[in-house]
């Protein structure tokens, strides 16, 4: 199983970045899905998660109310709206898939990793 993350890219500050992560079937319609960061020199960070249904949703505090989580189980793919772009929000961008319906921001608690798409945000 594979995760495809897309959407990343250079932008300055201020601007807005869609990111979609994509399955390779439809295997995690059951699972919770998360959005993790890596930004360089530093360790990988949680930044979103969204529970199999959508009915749960946590953000890091550093990305609330920037940052939306969202999920099409019909496409087999979650997605990072990402608005208000801050340059400390440069990193590459991960999704998972959690190992059970509910997640959260362990990420402990996620098998399948994407391999990342790279977000940098200029000043």
């Known amino acids: 199983v594979q995760l495809q993350a897309s959407g990343g890219g250079f932008v300055q500050a201020g601007a807005s970045l869609r990111l979609s992560c994509v399955a390779s079937?439809?295997?995690?319609?059951?699972?919770?899905m998360g959005w993790f960061r890596q930004a360089p020199g530093k360790e990988r960070e949680f930044v979103a998660s969204i529970s199999w249904n959508s009915g749960s949703l946590a953000y890091a505090d550093v990305v609330k109310g920037r940052f939306v989580i969202s999920r099409d189980n019909a496409k087999n793919a979650v997605y990072l709206q990402m608005n208000d772009l801050k340059p400390e929000d440069t990193a590459v961008y991960y999704c998972?898939?959690?190992?059970?319906?509910?997640?959260?921001?362990?990420?402990?608690?996620?098998?399948?990793w994407g391999q990342g798409t790279l977000v940098t945000v200029s000043s």
């Open positions: 079937r439809r295997a995690f319609s059951n699972n919770a």
């Open positions: 998972a898939a959690g190992l059970s319906a509910y997640s959260g921001s362990d990420s402990g608690r996620y098998r399948y």
